[in-house]
């Protein structure tokens, strides 16, 4: 069964403090992709990565840093947080992408910045 | 500007009321769209898909059309149950490919009462 899994699920940070919220996917999928939810706000999409070593800007990508060291990992990184970056952090994996391929979501990552 | 309105907010129904929610978008071009389910604090979980004009697809209670001229969808849920209590996401893609933009509405919240 297709899954993602994301650490850690919750997480209270200090301002300026560094954050690493880690993904892990069992679908052999190449896409991997992070977003926020913002309660009353639609998901957006922070960076996303079709290859390992390699990462792309999403829609916004301040203040975050991305990471895949292999297919199966990519991580999110929160250099200097901010009490903005709170926020619900969510992975997710795809194949082939578009309508073709399904869209697996992990479990999310609640984060609290104080 | 939010370009995936979801309608209505959050709707509140009796257990084996059927129910529709109400998706309308202005995202160009619309490859395809798909329709979410949230439970509280986990990930999304994909209901279905649709990508042609006027598609229709049914997984099990729940139903869904498109329009692409009007640029709209419904989920229908019929003979609800409890567990069907979530928050459901519209989601319009505006790429056959996994490089294309996901483009999320806020959701409705669907509360389902003994």
């Known amino acids: 069964e297709a899954a993602v899994t994301q650490s850690p699920r919750s997480k209270v940070a200090v301002t300026g403090g560094k954050v690493t919220l880690s993904c892990h996917q069992t679908n052999n999928h190449d896409y991997m992709y992070w977003y926020r939810q913002d309660t009353g706000h639609g998901l957006r999409l922070i960076h996303y990565s079709y290859v390992a070593d390699s990462t792309e800007k999403g829609d916004i990508p301040d203040g975050y840093k991305a990471s895949r060291p292999s297919q199966e990992n990519f991580s999110l990184i929160l250099e200097l947080a901010s009490l903005s970056q709170t926020a619900v952090y969510f992975c997710a994996s795809s194949g082939l992408g578009g309508p073709g391929g399904q869209l697996y979501f992990g479990e999310g990552s609640k984060l609290t910045v104080l | 500007k939010t370009q995936v309105e979801q309608s209505p907010q959050s709707l509140v129904v009796r257990q084996g009321e059927n129910c529709v929610l109400q998706?309308?978008?202005?995202?160009?071009?619309?490859?395809?769209l798909r329709w979410f389910k949230q439970d509280t604090g986990k990930g999304l979980v994909s209901l279905t898909v649709l990508v042609h004009e006027n598609d229709k697809t049914s997984n099990g209670r729940y139903s869904a059309t498109l329009d692409k001229d009007a640029k709209h969808s419904t989920l229908h849920i019929t003979a609800t149950l409890l567990d069907d209590t979530a928050t459901y996401i519209c989601v319009v893609g505006d790429r056959g490919s996994a490089l294309g933009r996901l483009h999320f509405g806020a959701g409705t919240q669907l509360i389902v009462i003994p």
């Open positions: 998706c309308n978008y202005s995202v160009t071009p619309d490859n395809h």
